[in-house]
């Protein structure tokens, strides 16, 4: 799936493929028939699921719909609960089912359990992103195997480009203080996003390297270190094969941040030189007197208290040099802390 989608195509391939769902649901009524609709943005189902509607309703057959109650949901117990028997059932939601800490609890449903679905007696689709597609039909190969279909739905352009600008808009410091479900929430929107930024055009890569490295950050504020540093790592090799100076040197410093925090400081550091030389090349003031911060806690954990003070000194003049205030008194009661130390 592409963002090279123009209107026109988006259209054709979308009704092309809701007509082709819209056969099976008529010769699968009354019968188990399972099926996958393939959708990265959640936002365009609503009008989709419409339109079948429309074209299924001269024939007597009535769409229903379930959402899955999450992480610790009992998969075939709440379709099962699901009125409208021999009915289309449209199935929501299995991505919450799949945390990023656990997802083969969910899968183990789907794969162990893959006969008692036969007892559902009605088509049965479920409306996923792609990468959970993936995660089934690798992870779960013989309930992968009764499929009937795959029917795929793209977004335009401008739909997938909003998604992505109202993302990367969100603050760091907001997204880390949302809860763990809503983090999960929020990796499971960006996998989904991810999928739709694939390509080599220079606006397609550098929007996934955006869009890996935000992912990084919330794997790492959920303690998943590899995954992290695996985004990270992505994240980092399309910044330097764009050449984007910038984008390197502040992903090195999230590495840096990754390494401390699994208690490599010494791979940490060198990381950390490597980002603050690069800012120091290109003037960001701003981006410096950070990276300085950070250095000067990361000695400080390994009670290089003089190093730390001095880092932390640089670090404070630069904050207040450019005008910020409450950055340089933070840094002040880091230093008054670190002089009670020497």
């Known amino acids: ?39 990265n943005v959640p936002a365009l189902r609503t009008q ?28 075939y117990a709440e379709l099962a609960a699901t009125p409208g028997q021999g009915h289309p059932l449209f199935v929501y939601g299995l991505e919450s089912v799949m945390p990023s800490t656990d997802p083969y609890r969910a899968l183990g449903q789907l794969n162990e359990r ?54 990367m808009a969100v603050p760091y410091h907001e997204m880390m203080n949302l809860t763990h479900s809503e983090k999960e929430a929020r990796i499971r929107l960006l996998m989904a996003l991810l999928d739709d930024y694939q390509g080599d055009d220079v606006t397609t890569s550098a929007a996934r390297s955006n869009v890996q490295y935000r992912l990084g950050e919330i794997y790492k504020e959920l303690g998943q270190y590899a995954q992290a540093e695996q985004l990270y790592r992505q994240s980092l090799a399309t910044a330097e094969a764009l050449g984007d100076r910038h984008g390197v040197a502040v992903t090195q410093r999230a590495l840096a941040e990754l390494y401390w925090l699994r208690g490599d400081y010494a791979q940490a550091e ?23 911060y950070n250095l000067a806690l990361l000695c400080a954990e390994q009670a290089r208290f003089a190093e730390a003070v001095e880092l932390l000194t640089k670090s404070r003049d630069l904050f207040r040099q450019i005008g910020l205030e409450k950055d340089a008194s933070e840094a002040d009661a880091s230093l008054a802390a670190l002089t009670a130390e020497l």
């Open 114 to 167: 893959r006969g008692r679905y036969q007892q559902l007696a009605r088509p049965v689709v479920f409306w996923v992103p792609e990468y959970v597609l993936r995660l089934i039909a690798t992870k779960a190969p013989d309930f992968w195997a009764w499929r009937s279909g795959v029917y795929d739905f793209v977004a335009d352009r401008a739909t997938v480009g909003e998604m992505y600008t109202r993302e």
């Open 48 to 75: 989709l699921v419409a339109t079948l509607r429309d074209v299924l309703a001269p024939f007597a057959i009535t769409i229903y719909e379930t959402t899955l109650s999450g992480r610790d949901a009992d998969i």
């Open 1 to 39: 799936m592409t963002t090279t989608t123009s209107p026109d195509a988006m259209i054709d391939t979308n009704e092309r493929e809701l007509l082709a769902m819209a056969r099976m649901l008529r010769r699968g009524t009354g019968t188990f028939v399972l099926a996958f609709a393939r959708l």
């Open 270 to 292: 060198q990381l950390y030189h490597q980002s603050l030389a690069a800012l120091e090349a290109q003037g960001d003031r701003r981006e410096v007197a950070v990276t300085l």
